[in-house]
């Protein structure tokens, strides 16, 4: 089953600009983490925050949480053209180390 | 350097020519998992491994088998394959104790089935 929903599916911006990328969720979660993956390369973890966390930093990203709306946002600040690349949410519900990936949002970054 | 290894890296076959796709992990993680991913589909968990000798179905653990003799290796196996099974794969490692909760990824194996 697909737990988190990327929005938006694509997004196009330029460098310098902030990118931000929305994930919804549907059953209580224990952990959310955001993923990168390069084009057809494995997925890189970027962060992750708890669900007592509503807000977690780590160099030019930003994620928050809601769990009463049961949503997550990710924010790149500063984007390079090096971010280019598909950012997935994943949710767990802290049994038996299942994480359930959403269909993630492709950022395109223009030089 | 700690990592997750995938092999083969590319491979077309023809339906029904059983078929083993090895993953290793060098990390000492309990934990391990396949996934496809298909385009809009996002990833989604064909099998995971808490630990040796257990093994659990995820998703869509339909076509394939898995097994976990070792703590390093944990094999994908696709006994009869089909055209459905055509498909990116992912291997997965992390840890079960300890605050950082992150799956290590492998290459990816990108499979065709003809």
């Known amino acids: 089953s697909q737990q988190g929903e990327e929005d938006p599916q694509a997004l196009s911006i330029q460098e310098g600009e902030n990118a931000t990328m929305n994930c919804s969720y549907k059953?209580?979660?224990?952990?959310l983490q955001w993923y990168r993956q390069n084009s057809g390369r494995g997925l890189v973890h970027l962060i992750l925050?708890?669900?007592?966390?509503r807000e977690k930093h780590s160099g030019r990203l930003r994620v928050t949480l809601d769990t009463s709306k049961k949503s997550s946002s990710l924010l790149i600040t500063a984007s390079r053209a090096a971010d280019t690349a598909s950012y997935f949410c994943?949710?767990?519900?802290?049994?038996?180390?299942?994480?359930?990936f959403g269909s993630g949002t492709q950022l395109t970054v223009l030089p | 350097e700690a990592q997750v290894t995938q092999n083969p890296r590319y491979l077309i076959t023809v339906t029904g020519k059983k078929l083993t796709v090895t993953c290793s992990q060098n990390m000492n993680h309990e934990y391990m998992s396949w996934y496809r991913q298909d385009p809009g589909l996002g990833l989604r968990q064909i099998y995971y491994?808490?630990?040796?000798?257990?093994?659990d179905k995820g998703d869509v653990p339909e076509g394939y088998k898995v097994s976990r003799k070792e703590k390093r290796n944990f094999p994908l196996i696709l006994e009869s394959p089909s055209p459905n099974q055509t498909s990116l794969y992912f291997c997965a490692s992390s840890p079960l104790a300890g605050p950082r909760r992150e799956q290590f990824f492998g290459p990816g194996t990108r499979l065709t089935v003809l």
């Open positions: 059953t209580s979660i224990n952990n």
């Open positions: 491994s808490m630990n040796v000798e257990v093994t």
């Open positions: 925050i708890r669900s007592n966390e």
């Open positions: 994943a949710t767990d519900n802290g049994s038996a180390r299942q994480l359930t």
